[in-house]
Structure formats: structure tokens, C-alpha cells
């Protein structure tokens, strides 16, 4: 059974930082593709950024320059560093696995940028 569960969210003032984890078990975190999603209040979820498996990343433009993803196979673990936040990055952000034709999502962590 694949499990995705995600932490390190919170409130952070505008311009500051958060580093979000996702840990994840049950599948071959290698050959996985992991991305961080976000829905936002009264919009739909959206991407945020990607990372393959050869460790080719993908950002939406919203968050280019700001935002980084990363991985550490040997823990299982797909972080996203969060730089410059605005108030517009404020959403529960989603983590989510891509691995043998099937999708999957963790619970979610709220990101509130708030002065």
C-alpha cells in the first residue's frame, strides 16, 4: 500500500521561507515521478513543481526562482523549498506520486503567508 504523508507547512510571514517533506513508502521511489500540488481558497488544484526520475525538475512560472524541489532516494522523501513566499502561496499544498500507471496523493499540509 502506497502512503504519502507530508509535513513542515505552517503560518510564515511574507518573504519568508518553509521547507515542506513528503515521505513516502510502498513503492519504488526511484522510478517514481513526485510533484507538489496546490489548491488555493475558491480555486482548483494546481501544479507546482515535478521531479523525475533522472532528477529532471519542472516548476510552474508562478514560482520559478522561488520555489525548489528535491529528493532523497535514500530516505524516500521529496522535499520542497519554499523561498520568497507571498501571500498568493497561501494553500494546502499536495504531494503526489506517479508509479506504475497509477496516481497518488497525500493528505495535504497547510501554507499560510500572512503578515
Known amino acids: 500500500q502506497v502512503q504519502l504523508v507530508e509535513s513542515g507547512g505552517g503560518l510564515v510571514q511574507p518573504g519568508g521561507s518553509l521547507r515542506l517533506s513528503c515521505a513516502g513508502s510502498g513503492l519504488l521511489w526511484r522510478f517514481a515521478v513526485m510533484g507538489w500540488y496546490r489548491r488555493a481558497p475558491g480555486k482548483t488544484r494546481e501544479l507546482v513543481a515535478t521531479?523525475?526520475?533522472?532528477?529532471?525538475?519542472n516548476y510552474a512560472d508562478s514560482v520559478k526562482g522561488r520555489f525548489t524541489i528535491s529528493r532523497d532516494t535514500a530516505k524516500n522523501t521529496v522535499y520542497l523549498q519554499m523561498n520568497s513566499l507571498k501571500p498568493e502561496d497561501t494553500a494546502v499544498y499536495y504531494c503526489?506520486?506517479?508509479?506504475?500507471?497509477?496516481?497518488?496523493w497525500g493528505q495535504g499540509t497547510q501554507v499560510t503567508v500572512s503578515s
Open positions: 521531479i523525475a526520475p533522472i532528477d529532471r525538475t
Open positions: 503526489k506520486a506517479d508509479f506504475g500507471g497509477s496516481e497518488y
